[in-house]
């Protein structure tokens, strides 16, 4: 967890524009490094984020059966080009006594998203974040991205989507579960 350096963000963009040799004086730049810095403080703004701290509270109700969270909006951010990676997240557990509401999952995902990631890193730590704090039966997550670094850049492979999954506990050793998550 950290504090995100605006004033720094906005120099870093304002460096940007002088290195592609714009000119910052332009009326219609005036704005843009305040404005992009705001923008980059929001797709990262997941670091100043304790991700732990939404499943602190698991729900005292019991509930026996599977829990599946659908279409999780994602956006997260490639590391390697600092270019976005969107697309939505499958998540599911086989609670062992321990639930939370499941806001408090959507809101772990975003927030272990909106930083530097790699989606297969991202993948596995919502799924140990689960883990550890609700110490479930089994736990499986889903991610479905469209990587900007491969569709608008590069190999241009603009309808691809990279799907990464991790399956633990139930899931992995009964594969009848994973079908549950998504319709792919
Ligand atoms: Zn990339």
Known sequence: MREIDRARLETAVRM?????????DRPELRETPRRAAEMLRELL???ELDPASFLA??????HE?????RDIPVRS??????????????????PAGRIVGSDRIIKLVDALARRPQLQ????????????RALQPQ??????????????????????????TAVYHGAFEDDPSLRPLLASW
């Open 57 to 62: 509270e698991p729900l005292a109700e019991q």
């Open 120 to 131: 297969e890193r991202l993948t596995r730590q919502i799924a140990e974040a689960i883990e």
């Open 16 to 24: 940007i524009l002088e290195a592609v040799g714009e000119d910052l």
């Open 77 to 94: 951010v490639c590391e390697h080009h600092l270019v976005p990676m969107v697309g939505r997240a499958h998540v599911a557990y086989l």
């Open 138 to 163: 089994g736990v499986a997550v889903q991610l479905e991205l469209e990587q900007m670094c491969m569709t608008i850049r590069g190999v241009q492979a603009r309808e691809s989507r990279v799907v």
């Open 45 to 47: 703004g997941g670091l």
């Open 65 to 69: 059966g599977l829990v599946v969270i």
